[in-house]
């Protein structure tokens, strides 16, 4: 397994246009994360999967935010009428847990989004 | 509610010498602690974490932290610094194992030749 995987690494958009990235966990991982940072700040949570079913959001998750996990694998995170404080490196993880494993977050590379 | 705290934003050493950077956690339970280093425009690497067990925690790269219960304390320590661990360095914090981790705000580790 390669890792966490992210795509695009770098995204450059207008302000109002609608950016969709997308993640690829570690295929045994049934828990996927999502993470914004910006410049100088630790990650902050925005929303997590365990398999295709989304169990928590954040208060950061505005309603111009949607993140889908249709198949329990690979999961996308839409922005849509993209606003400048969007700006930011969005972070994806992984983790397993289940009874039979636990494992810490693994992260992906991100994907650093600038809206002009 | 849990919450993490870094100390010092931006720490300088020179090579060869400690690296110490501090985290205190606050929680209502027991934590999971991790720190992840991360390079520019990189994600985050796992250097070490605390589960259960053994306070003091041996990571890559030289590095260790203890988990100070009495203190809420996870402080990151080397012995001797090298040029390539400049980087930024997150604490964090999880209820679980595997489970939503919340950050400190990031330490900046400069390493002076």
């Known amino acids: 397994d390669t890792g966490v995987s992210q795509d695009p690494r770098h995204k450059i958009t207008k302000r109002g246009q609608n950016v969709t990235f997308r993640c690829d966990p570690i295929?045994?991982?049934?828990?996927l994360y999502w993470y914004r940072q910006t410049l100088g700040q630790g990650p902050e949570f925005l929303t997590y999967?365990?398999?295709?079913?989304?169990?928590?959001k954040s208060r950061l998750l505005s309603d111009r935010f949607s993140a889908e996990r249709p198949k329990g694998s690979f999961s996308t995170l839409e922005i849509q009428r993209t606003e400048q404080g969007d700006s930011a490196m969005y972070l994806c993880?992984?983790?397993?847990?289940?009874?039979?494993?636990?494992?810490?977050?693994?992260f992906g590379q991100g994907t650093r989004l600038t809206v002009v | 509610a849990q919450s993490v705290t870094q100390l010092g934003s931006h720490v300088s050493v020179s090579e060869g010498a400690l690296v110490l950077l501090r985290c205190n956690y606050s929680?209502?339970?027991?934590?999971?602690l991790f720190w992840y280093v991360q390079y520019p425009n990189q994600g985050l690497q796992l250097l070490l974490k605390?589960?259960?067990?053994?306070?003091l925690v041996k990571g890559i790269n030289g590095f260790e932290a203890e988990f100070k219960k009495s203190e809420t304390s996870f402080h990151l320590t080397k012995p001797s610094a090298h040029m390539s661990d400049a980087a930024e360095y997150f604490c964090?914090?999880?209820?679980?194992?595997?489970?939503?981790?919340?950050f400190g705000q990031g330490t900046e580790l400069s390493v002076k030749p």
């Open positions: 964090a914090g999880s209820l679980n194992q595997g489970g939503k981790l919340i």
């Open positions: 295929s045994e991982h049934n828990r």
């Open positions: 993880a992984s983790s397993s847990r289940n009874r039979e494993k636990n494992t810490e977050a693994f």
């Open positions: 999967f365990q398999n295709e079913a989304q169990l928590e």
């Open positions: 605390y589960t259960t067990g053994a306070t």
């Open positions: 929680s209502s339970v027991p934590p999971y």
